[in-house]
């Protein structure tokens, strides 16, 4: 639709011989005051203005933005574009085909349900560190990533050709975010629209929250619920209020011996404790001129790790360079130039824009960190790692023990390779609980490999070393320092300790291109550090199983044992089952550490070992110089090899070229997949929406403790046998062998309802001492424990509504619509918590499941709710006149199963639908429902 131009914004820009139609911010009162971020808002709003989703108040609203207060101008952000990655995006599509066949029954045109916004998925998800330290091992994990997924490959090749403007790179390519800023991002994007050659601010929403790393490159973008993104996929915009913006000023340069790493998690750390959750970061001042664009990707990737919507570096030369070396056209380099000084998003250091809040840092204070044992903000100075370990271990208790936060990866026999454990999925201990905390003192084992080796292990062993994930992949700087030090390493000597899992996995094809060069891939496999893939691994859960021998040891004996990667994401349990401590490290210190072989290691007073002449060799010893790093960078790094790599990036080899492929319109579901079917979501829809109704006479499903995550509420990892899920793949003769994982059959709602809240480390509070998915069933005598699976069922079969109640940060983690979509099948009504996620929360409206909080100051333990009572809800009824309530009245009277002399309680519950899009969408009975009826 043709924008209204109330403002008279649109111009003409030409740049060489080529006109671009454009809408100027100058037309704007206040736009020279905006931050960056909000003038990218801006100017999608001008070129989108039509009167009813985007109004000319809404545009005067934003220039007359007001930094200070607290936000509470809705605004309809349109993305140009979606990005999304395997786990995440087969669900996504599954939906898109859904929707087609619902157009039909509704008497549409199928062809209606078509991405309006360009969308790209990139393979990264699949493939496991299943081999590791030989030269076969990318080849072997390949083709078992083949063998597993086949089905759903098939599923994604045939949505490349039956929808239009949606591309698939395939296995064995890279990850997501790097082939994003290395490859599909544009800076300034353009589009024909209405005959004219329109040029505007590239923007992307995508369904991993890493998404943010594209910020570095000047792309206003962030990850949402795949459901946010399906809707943005079919032309909705994104609802959103304007936020506030924190400005980060940068002054200094990175002192000698301190990596990109460090500085993002000195920045994590002083951003978490600033609080920045629901804002937009930016970064400014002189010093961001001396931040290296990779630097900027690698900061503005952990911005969901200290909570931030996004982390924005403007544009300036800088980002032009960068452009240039990946291989993008000199044509499109000239054009971000011209557009971004002709829209004032060139960067001018000595302009500084009004911000919410500021912060600043010297990056000369910046000193070589990690983070752990369980969480990104966490950073341990280096120097002070050793004793930190020592301390986190006397402090482990039987809850951390248990690992409360996130799931872990079922151990396997020999012959039965793991399933995946993606990114956003983990995996599950098979052997059965066990109630002591490890012990703290020394407790050295011995081990005996099948191969004649024989080493002792103790708590704090390093069993996995990884060098992993887009956050650091995509850092030249940090990836070549990596190899030095492995060459400086082998020069003298050093190996890598036995009982070290080591794996590397490049972001993209152009990371094994420049070590080739560098001449470092010979030392860095010396080491053991083979490549075992190229997408996300041990970052995501990935890491593939440990040797038996060291497996069993850790188990038998109950092991602290530890990992240490360059990812963005350290959760307990994510890594792998028989690791309890996870530890952030830049790709030189996972090197340092496999070569150290423990976290209880000093690298100021221990030596890593001892060279030919048998004198101690310490890391001072083998640290590559700044210089170089940087002389490396130079000579190996050029723009052929990213035009190379990505000059077919979209074909895939063979293996992906020759896979049977289905044709037509609407696919074809086949009854006897487990891996893809047709979900429920429109099952008996009708034209009208049916009329909001309050909640009565609902059950408490779940009582949830503070900090649960997406990860304990989506399903994740691998599937036990004993499980609904299993159960559900053995009764359709699934053998155990095959089940893969729940972010593998994330396509088969059947199997991930099952998984929903079935966590090994989620703690239903209406039990006592147990973990996992359990419930109590009041729908029985005595309300006996039950799956929450089977409890759903039994009350969904009694009409029975049920409602989660939880504390504080519900939801938070990786962007997860299984988390919303299995809650909603699961037939919960309502969320009650003291506070959300931002994602997860919208997703629960998008699911029409409605969230609310807990009055200010209260919480389930201030109100003394137990879990037991009969909890009913009203005022929400008020929705359908058009009213979104700031509250509604929650009754949680006694039941049968309370304890005696329990008193009624009532309270006011604050509805957290925050913009009249949010409502349409509820009103709806979710966001597809609000979009179907919309396109029909």
Known sequence: MSAINSFGAKDTLRVGSTDYEVYRLDKVAGYERLPFSLKVLLENLLRTEDGKNVTKEQIQALGSWDAAAEPDTEIQFTPARVVMQDFTGVPCIVDLATMREA???????????????????????????????????????????????????????????????????????????????EHLAKVTYTRTVDGALRAYPDTCVGTDSHTTMVNGLGVLGWGVGGIEAEAAMLGQPVSMLIPKVVGFKLKGSIPAGVTATDVVLTITDMLRRHGVVGKFVEFYGEGVAQVPLANRATIGNMSPEFGSTAAMFPIDDVTLDYLRLTGRSEEQVQLVEAYSKLQTLWHDPAV????????????????????????????????????QFEHDLTNYTTVVHDLVDLEVAESFPASDP??????????????????????????????HLATGEQFVIDHGAVTIAAITSCTNTSNPSVMLAAGLLARNAVNKGLKAKPWVKTTLAPGSK?????????????????????????????????SGPLADEISAAVNEHDLAVTAVLSGNRNFEGRINPDVKMNYLASPPLVIAYALAGSMNFDFERDALGTDA???????????PDASEVQRTIDESIDT??????????????????????????????????????????????????????????????????????????????????????????????????????????????????RGTFANIRLKNLLLDGVEGGYTRDFTQADGPQSSIYDASVNYQERGIPLVVLGGKEYGSGSSRDWAAKGTSLLGVKAVITESFERIHRSNLIGMGVVPLQFPAGESVQSLGLDGTEIISISGLEALNEGVTPKTVRVVAEPSEFSPAGKQTVEFDAVVRIDTPG????????????????SLV
């Open 352 to 387: 500084e824009p009004v911000f919410s809040e500021y912060l600043e840092l010297d990056l000369g204070t910046v000193v070589p960190s990690i983070a752990g044992p369980k969480r990104p903000q966490d950073r341990i100075e280096l120097t002070n790692a050793k004793t």
């Open 640 to 753: 052929d090899m990213f035009r190379t790599q990505y000059a077919s990036v979209f074909d895939g080899d063979e293996r992906w070229r020759s896979l049977p492929t289905p044709a037509g319109s609407v696919f074809e579901w086949d009854a006897e997949s487990t891996y893809v079917r047709k979900p429920p979501y429109f099952d008996g829809m009708t034209l009208e929406p049916t009329p909001v109704r309050d909640i009565t006479g609902a059950r408490v499903l779940a009582k949830l403790g503070d900090s649960v995550t997406t990860d304990h509420i989506s399903p994740a990892g691998s599937i036990k046998a004993d499980s609904p899920a299993g159960r559900y793949l053995t009764e359709h003769g699934v053998d155990r062998k095959d089940f893969n994982s729940y972010g593998s059959r994330r396509g088969n709602h059947e199997v991930m309802i």
């Open 510 to 542: 152009v990371v094994t291109d420049y070590y080739e060069k560098a001449g470092l891939t010979d030392d860095l496999e010396a080491l053991g550090f083979y490549t075992v893939g190229y997408g996300c691994t041990t970052c995501i859960g990935n």
């Open 103 to 181: 157009m039909v029954a509704l008497g549409g045109d199928p062809e209606k349900i078509n991405p309006l916004a360009p969308a790209e998925l990139v393979i990264d998800h699949s493939v496991i560190a299943d081999l590791f330290g030989t030269p076969d091992a990318l080849e072997r994990n390949v083709e078992i990533e083949y063998q597993r997924n086949g089905e759903r490959y098939q599923f994604l090749r045939w949505g490349q050709t039956a929808f239009d403007d949606f591309k698939v790179v395939p296995p064995g390519t890279g990850i997501v975010h790097q082939v994003n800023i």
């Open 918 to 933: 949010e409502a349409d969408y509820y009103r709806n009975g979710g966001i597809l429902q609000y979009v179907l009826r």
């Open 418 to 447: 793991p399933g995946n454990t993606p990114e956003n999925e983990h995996s599950e201990h098979v052997h059965t609980h066990r109630s002591h905390a490890p012990k703290t003192v020394s407790q050295p084992v011995d081990v």
């Open 613 to 623: 002449d048998g004198n101690e060799v310490y890391l001072k010893d083998i640290w």
